[in-house]
């Protein structure tokens, strides 16, 4: 059986990775530079290990004795954190190089680099109604300022690994990827979590009115947490996807209309007031799935309302307990 290392397996998506592969049977080193008390999912009979992951030695203890490695370690929130933390998030590009370095000269069989759906050209996201994003989209480059850039050379620095060293490397542009145990609070979630706390706030405070980031018409498709895992491990078992690919929902919606969504859910009405100065990031975001359908047969297929009311169930739950 193959051992797999999971980098940033403290983290949301990593932590529900690691729970898939358990599943299946794998032996896991999870690794996060978190305290073990703050990872999202502890599992037993896992190795479980802290280690800061920019530096390059520490990489090479990660990926010792693994044979595959999925690279989800990186410094990063939703809107509220990228667009302040630009330095900060160009830094995990450190996490990506070392991993890469380690996992050639360990010889790892195959490395997974979770990119985002922000590498994309800023020039082709400037309407709601916009044509969804093709892989080609991402050049000329203008992505996302600080993180965006991060990700696309970090992309880049994949596929010369492939071409120059012989190391099978994969690469997935997560669109936006949510459920529960995700982070709901404290500045780095994003939009579905938002959105599922001011309502449950509303719900359990009988104040029935909640700000929204922008004007609300800014549109984006939400993946569901286990299409992401499930398309993971996909894309990175292919052998036909050798170049970046889309991993999103291709269900579009404005921000009001995901409001609508929680709202019906929580079964009340909330009065909307618009920060119109509020990070809002582009105007709207798809995700083209054609690629992924034909080299996979696959693409996430959760419908929107059905993901967001397990995790506004979730949400309400952590926020009544208090
Ligand atoms: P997350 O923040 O929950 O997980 C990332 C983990 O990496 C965290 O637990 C963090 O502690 C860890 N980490 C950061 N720096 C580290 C270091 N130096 N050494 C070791 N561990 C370190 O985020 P997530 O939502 O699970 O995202 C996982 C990956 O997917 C990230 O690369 C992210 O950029 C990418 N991504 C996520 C989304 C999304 O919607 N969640 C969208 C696009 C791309």
Redesign the pocket.
Same mark, same amino acid.
């Given at each position: 059986m193959k051992k797999i290392l999971v %980098? =940033?397996g403290? =983290?949301? !998506? =990593?932590g529900f990775l690691v729970a898939d592969l358990k599943k299946k049977g794998y032996s896991i080193r999870s690794? /996060? &530079? +978190?305290p073990l008390n703050e990872w999202?999912q502890l599992f037993e009979g896992v190795e479980n290990i802290v280690? /800061?992951? #920019?530096e390059k030695n520490l990489c090479e203890q990660a990926v010792q004795g693994c044979d595959e490695v999925y690279n989800? %370690? %990186? /410094?990063?929130g939703g809107m509220g954190f990228i667009e302040t933390h630009k330095a900060e998030c160009m830094l995990?590009v450190l !996490?990506n190089t070392h991993l890469l370095m380690a996992a050639k000269e360990a010889n790892c069989s195959r490395f997974f680099y979770?990119?985002?759906?922000c590498v994309y050209a800023a020039q082709k996201q400037l309407r709601p109604d916009l044509t969804a994003l093709t892989e080609e989209d991402a050049y000329p480059a203008m992505p996302e300022d600080g993180y965006g850039w991060e990700k696309l050379f970090s992309e880049r620095m994949c596929r010369h690994f492939t071409e120059d060293f012989g190391l099978i490397t994969r690469v997935a542009r &997560?669109?936006?990827?949510y459920g529960p145990l995700g982070?709901f609070e404290g500045g #780095?979630e +994003?939009a579905p979590a938002a959105i599922c706390r001011k309502i449950a706030q509303a719900k359990l405070s009988g104040k029935h009115e909640i700000e929204i980031w922008g004007d609300g018409e800014q549109s984006r498709s939400f993946q569901y947490i286990e299409d992401c895992v499930m398309g993971t491990q996909k894309i990175m078992n292919s052998d036909q996807v050798t170049m970046p690919i889309n991993l999103g929902s291709s269900e579009l919606v404005t921000i009001n209309q995901l409001v609508d969504y929680v709202e019906a859910i929580a079964g009340i009405k909330v009065k909307r007031s618009y920060q119109l100065e509020a990070p809002k990031g582009v105007r709207g975001r798809n995700s083209d799935n054609t690629l992924i359908k034909k080299l996979l047969g696959w693409e996430p297929s959760t419908p929107l309302k059905q993901g967001l009311e397990k995790t506004y169930r979730w949400v309400y739950e952590q926020m009544k307990d208090r």
């Open positions: %980098a =940033g403290g =983290g949301f !998506i =990593g690794v /996060d &530079y +978190k999202y280690l /800061d992951l #920019r989800l %370690a %990186a /410094d990063m995990s !996490i979770a990119s985002s759906a &997560y669109h936006n990827v982070t #780095r +994003k």
